[in-house]
């Protein structure tokens, strides 16, 4: 596996995450109406933070990456129980799904329960948001030449905080979609959704299989169209789209932010899968050396390697 790809992965996930972060939840129109085209790591805006800083998004993957470095495999109750360690620095962002999973984790229900019991007392609407496909990513790279268990441990990553076959379905489209970049493989979401099948549910899979196809952005939907609300399916659809299509990974990432919404996390899953297209060396320096995560998470991806 190529090393600067994979770090590609960790660190185009944590570009679009910082770069999308200070426009979270602003409208397109509002985006431009302040910056123009967002193209630099700028401060303050939503949460009033410092340029490049992180969210829960790299956070959440950095537990991740963590774990599988440290114990030289997948461990979903490690996994959880670095959420919780994280969830106890009282993060300025965290989902509404993940925090409820995580104080029940908290509590002392096992990993495999607390998602659930989050979902099943969730309405339609309000439980099968992104907030476990935009920390996946790092899991794409110990597991990407064995496809049934990137799948399997794509699933349980999910099923922590989000339960939601459309949510532990997508984490493992997604990943398996990496995967098939860092390896090279043709059509990497169609593989994705045809090793899947017919596991996926048929409304992520219908969002998902005309980009797949390659259908033209006319007939999948236009680009401007794109949804990205922080229900799980337009997330993915909207961040594939643009990771998948874009001619450069600093185009697919600001593409996705500027599009307004849930901006740091489309941009993360966008920036995740351009990292693995095009390499970590694509990605602005100007971006990688505002973000303080930097150094780490290029030692992380080189450990996952090393795992593999």
């Avoid at 193209?39 to 800083?53: I, K, S």
């Avoid at 049934?148 to 905080?161: F, G, K, M, P, Q």
């Avoid at 659809?237 to 299509?245: E, F, N, S, V």
């Amino acid at each position: 596996m190529d090393p600067d790809r994979a770090s590609g992965v960790l660190l185009g996930l944590a570009c679009g995450d910082a770069l999308g972060r200070p426009v979270e939840f602003s409208a397109a129109d509002e985006i431009t109406a302040a910056h123009g085209r967002l193209d630099e790591m700028v401060g303050h805006g939503t949460w009033n933070q410092p340029a490049g800083t992180i969210t829960d998004d790299t956070a959440q993957a950095l537990c991740i990456a963590r774990s599988v470095v440290d114990e030289q495999a997948f461990d979903p109750a490690d996994v959880a129980d670095r959420f919780v360690a994280w969830y106890n620095t009282n993060p300025f962002d965290i989902g509404t799904m993940t925090r409820r999973a995580l104080s029940r984790l908290e509590s002392g229900e096992p990993w495999d329960e607390a998602g659930r019991a989050v979902w099943e007392s969730s309405p339609e609407g309000q439980n099968a948001g992104n907030g476990s496909v935009m920390r996946c990513p790092p899991l794409a790279i110990p597991f990407a030449e064995s496809p049934e268990e990137l799948a399997a441990v794509s699933r349980d990553s999910s099923r922590i905080t989000h339960a939601d076959p459309r949510c532990t379905e997508g984490c493992a489209v997604l990943n398996l979609t990496i995967a098939g970049l860092l390896q090279d493989v043709d059509r990497p979401l169609q593989n994705a959704l045809e090793t899947l099948r017919p596991a996926v549910p048929d409304e992520l899979d219908g969002a998902l299989r005309p980009l797949a196809r390659g259908d033209s952005p006319e007939s999948l939907k236009t680009p401007d169209s794109l949804k990205t609300s922080g229900y799980v399916v337009h997330s993915l659809q909207t961040a594939l789209h643009d990771g998948l299509r874009a001619e450069s990974a600093e185009e697919a990432i600001v593409t996705a932010v500027n599009r307004g919404g849930d901006t740091d996390t489309i941009g993360a899953i966008a920036g995740a899968v351009a990292g693995a297209r095009f390499g970590a060396d694509a990605l602005p320096d100007r971006w990688l050396a505002a973000i303080d995560e930097t150094a780490e998470l290029r030692s992380l991806a080189d450990g996952l390697v090393e795992v593999a």
